[in-house]
């Protein structure tokens, strides 16, 4: 669907953006793919990365969510839209709240009235599992945004833009993650836990841009896509890169859950569960949405179902964690 097609990501700099560039380059023709993101060193990191000879589709756009203008000009005759923008570090948008409020919640709001404006076809919102049920502030903004994007599709009128939300959990070592904080620590001997009891979802960011991928093409607007992936647990991720360090209980910080959870009691209520996702469906009272458009084989969610971390079925052992998160090199030397 990206053969011949402009497409945008906002963001586009961060660790989902830079592997959603790599893959849409390697398996389609976009006529255009723009990196949006406010962050210029990246880009010029990029560009060298992506040689702009070899790799004609790709532009840089320097700009911000929070920029309204500059999202008018970013999105003259774009298709598609991934936006994976956002400030997400919890202790950080805990100390900065408005700065968070800018970014995630008012920036979303400035890129649905372009996209509306611009005729943008697909808009697909990047969420988090901290949505569900807040205890944070960046957890609230990502749920107003999620709000921000079901709902745009009731008032794009007789616009052909169409949004939905694509939430899932902790990525595999990206910028910021635990993972490159235990690999930098382990030499110390010491890794630092915050509960023993921890538990998270746990993705791959080839799994995250895949499942993207598959829910631009599959939405109609209005929904919010949750995929089914394995638990683990944070003890056995510190095991797993460092099996000879002492792990020290440090207590759980301020924001932070001791479990997540990416589909509620109440949201459960609204969704269809497939073979390896969840789709939260739009309220069918306010919602301008059509049902029987969706991918046959889903099933109502069973009364009082939750999607949480420490009640998954689905489990990633010591072993398996080691392999996804350490480099070959790293593996033979463990």
Known sequence: MFDGKAVLVTGGTGSFGQKFIETVLDRYAPQRLIVFSRDELKQSEMARRFDPRTYRALRYFVGDVRDRERLYRALDGVDYVVHAAALKQVPSCEYNPLEAIKTNILGAANLIDAAIDRGVQRVIALSSDKAAC???????????????????????????????VVRYGNVVGSRGSVVPLFLAMREQGVLPVTDARMTRFWITLEQGVDFVLKNLQRMRGGEIFIPKIPSMRLVD???????????????????????????????????????????????PETAVFQRDALPEGGRPCPENFAYSSHTNSQWLSVEELRRMVLLPEMRKAA
Request: aromatic share 10%; charged share 25%; proline share 6%.
């Open 237 to 283: 991720l510190a095991r797993a890169i460092a099996p000879a360090c002492r792990i020290e209980n440090i207590g759980i910080r301020p924001g932070e859950k001791l479990h997540e959870t990416m589909l509620s009691e109440d949201d459960a209520r609204y969704t269809l569960e497939y073979d390896d996702y969840y789709a939260v469906l739009p309220n």
């Open 134 to 164: 807040p205890i944070n502030l960046y957890g609230a903004t990502k749920l107003c945004a999620d709000k921000l994007f079901t709902s745009a599709n009731n008032y794009a009128g007789q616009h052909p833009t169409r949004f939905a």
